[in-house]
């Protein structure tokens, strides 16, 4: 005899501007939920930057600080730059195969924001560049390295990473989007990512490079955030280094957001 | 809402780059009713959910779904519909249970009802015993359901199933159908998307055939086993000397006095007007003490179907088959 309706017997939560916040909390929960079950997927942020750490401090250390305490102080901030680039392909493979899956059909005929299903999985990452930059300056402190500026400086420069991470991520968040399955994401991020992380200066002085490639690598924004992480970490100015970062981050929502949103409303 | 209809398509046309998906489709669902969209792949079945779902724009046309334009109120619709389409869209790395919550709260259901909603539904459909593991260790007839679950979270007025038992086995086939009766008895309006003749026949009110994108007949599905020609009636006599027998039984029940066809070696059929056949059919085989290894009704395919619909493109028997062509010339 009832008629079934949207409000018969339940109870729903008034609807407001919030809801998109309450939408990609929801979404990101189930992003966290997943890290949760499947902790192999953490590798990327875990294993690599402890890897990575002692690869690059034992082999580059000698020569291109003269030891290895000495390189520490230069490449902490600059591995977390490079790490924090790398694992921005998780989020890309990650919505790929939401697309791939079917997942997404689900969210699109439901009465939410567009932008929350984006939004929430960005969110969800959250957990992963914390625990990266955790287990970096862990990975340091056991080798040597140590932060010589006061707390809140630290504190600063991690929300600046986490920050850099989340407007980074609305670009592979495009690949995933419009790229046709997990492999290519992953062949298209990697390949824009390895000239973008190398020719910085995340792991020599750019002043050792040719000039147009110093050039390239002065204007990176990686370097930019990088910079500041130094700056912030070991002392010296970071006003400007943190502005070009924050200008930087600004770039990549601006450019990188409104595309990989129109992409996900077009995705059949 | 003044219109009686739950779903109401008017010329819905969708082009993809060269391909014409759908060539100016009419379709209504009256309110509680079941429509069944019959139509081979590629036909644009899935093309047509998706625009009444609001995941796919039309190029040409309009419709109206609970009573909202999808182009114009897509929100309205999305509150107000399910959709359940050919792959399961639920979460795999989650528990049943969990999947339900996600999307009872992506509906702004509070955390209360959510869980008295998904505790609900999970009876309903058989898996409470399987609602907190993950979906990796479900059954594909249990992803199917819980696929439909979900989309019944937040009660739709309308609910889409795109090929709701595609690659399920015949047992399950028969579990998801009554499900389907299930939510129809429960007041909800069903578009149904189909392969199976059969299926639209066991669940729908009114049919729909479409063919590259045009609606080819639209009738109820008695009316369209008339016109497409009637049922079958097989009969497998264990002993090869009662052939004579059988044949003579048969030829009484045929239409028009069709003649016996050896289907398959050792198996005979005629074609028969209606399920009458089948009962008079048994009366007489044990009157005259046959016995029978096989002995079967059936719908006619697919296949024949359209070879019978759209050979009589030209000069269509059912009332609306020309819609789709009238409306293609007016597009």
């Known amino acids: 005899m009832s008629t079934a309706s949207v409000t018969h017997d339940v109870d729903v939560i008034q609807q407001g501007p919030f809801d998109m916040f309450r939408h990609s909390w929801v979404l990101a929960k189930r992003s966290l939920v997943k890290t949760w079950r499947t902790p192999e997927g953490l590798i990327d942020v875990t294993l690599s930057p402890i890897m990575f750490t002692l690869l690059f401090t034992f082999i580059f250390g000698g020569a291109i600080a003269g030891s290895t305490a000495d390189y520490l102080v230069f490449l902490i901030p600059g591995l977390i730059g490079q790490n924090i680039a790398f694992a921005s392909v998780g989020i890309g493979i990650q919505l790929n195969s939401d697309m791939s899956k079917g997942i997404f059909d689900r969210f699109r005929a439901l009465p939410i924001s567009r932008v929350a299903p984006l939004l929430g999985a960005a969110l969800g990452d959250v957990v992963r560049y914390v625990l990266l930059i955790g287990i970096m300056v862990g990975t340091g402190y056991a080798l040597g390295y140590r932060v010589t500026t006061d707390p809140l400086s630290f504190l600063g420069g991690c929300l600046l990473a986490i920050l850099f991470a989340l407007c980074l991520a609305w670009a592979p968040m495009l690949v995933g989007l419009i790229a046709r399955s997990e492999r290519a994401v992953q062949g298209i991020v990697f390949m824009t990512l390895f000239p973008l992380t190398f020719a910085s200066n995340a792991f020599v002085p750019t002043e050792t490079m040719p000039s147009w490639l110093a050039a390239f690598a002065n204007a990176n924004p990686l370097s930019h955030l990088i910079e500041a992480l130094r700056m912030l970490w070991s002392g010296g100015d970071w006003h400007a280094p943190v502005g070009w970062t924050l200008l930087w981050c600004a770039v990549f929502v601006i450019i990188f957001a409104p595309l990989a949103i129109r992409a996900y409303n077009r995705k059949a | ?331």
């Open chain 2, 1 to 331: 809402m003044t219109s009686d209809n739950a779903v109401e398509a008017e010329g819905l046309v969708k082009n993809f780059k060269e391909t014409k998906a759908l060539k100016g489709i009419d379709l209504a669902v009256p309110r509680g009713s079941v429509l069944g969209v019959l139509g081979p792949n590629g036909a644009g079945k899935t093309t047509a959910v998706r625009i009444l779902a609001t995941l796919l724009r039309a190029d040409g046309g309009h419709a109206k779904v609970a009573g909202y334009d999808v182009a114009k109120k897509p929100s309205e619709v999305r509150k107000r519909i399910g959709l359940t389409g050919q792959y399961a869209s639920v979460d795999e790395e989650l528990t049943g249970r969990e999947n339900l919550h996600m999307i009872a709260a992506l509906l702004n259901m509070s955390g209360r009802s959510s869980k008295a909603r998904a505790k609900e539904l999970l009876e309903w459909f058989d898996l409470t015993d399987a609602a907190d593991r993950t979906l990796k260790t479900y059954s594909g007839g249990m992803r199917r359901r819980l696929d439909l679950a979900a989309s019944l979270t937040g009660h739709p007025e309308v609910v889409f199933l795109d090929e709701p038992t595609t690659g399920l086995d015949p047992a399950k086939r028969e579990d998801m159908w009554d499900v389907v009766r299930d939510i129809v008895k429960r007041g909800t309006s069903v578009l149904l998307t189909t392969q199976y003749l059969e299926e639209a026949d066991a669940l729908a009110d009114d049919i729909v055939v479409i063919n590259h994108g045009e609606v080819i007949a639209h009738d109820t599905a008695d009316k369209l086993k008339r016109v497409v020609g009637s049922q079958t009636l097989r009969v497998r006599p264990s002993d090869a000397s009662q052939v004579d027998t059988v044949n003579a039984i048969l030829a009484e029940v045929a239409t028009d006095g069709a003649p016996v066809d050896e289907y398959r070696p050792g198996e005979y059929s005629v074609p028969v007007v209606d399920d009458s056949a089948l009962a008079t059919v048994v009366g007489k085989l044990a009157a005259q003490q046959v016995a029978v290894t096989e002995l079967s009704l059936q719908l006619p395919s697919l296949d024949e179907v359209f070879f019978t619909l759209t050979g009589e493109r030209q000069r269509p028997t059912a009332d609306d088959a020309t819609a789709g062509q009238e409306q293609e010339v007016s597009a």
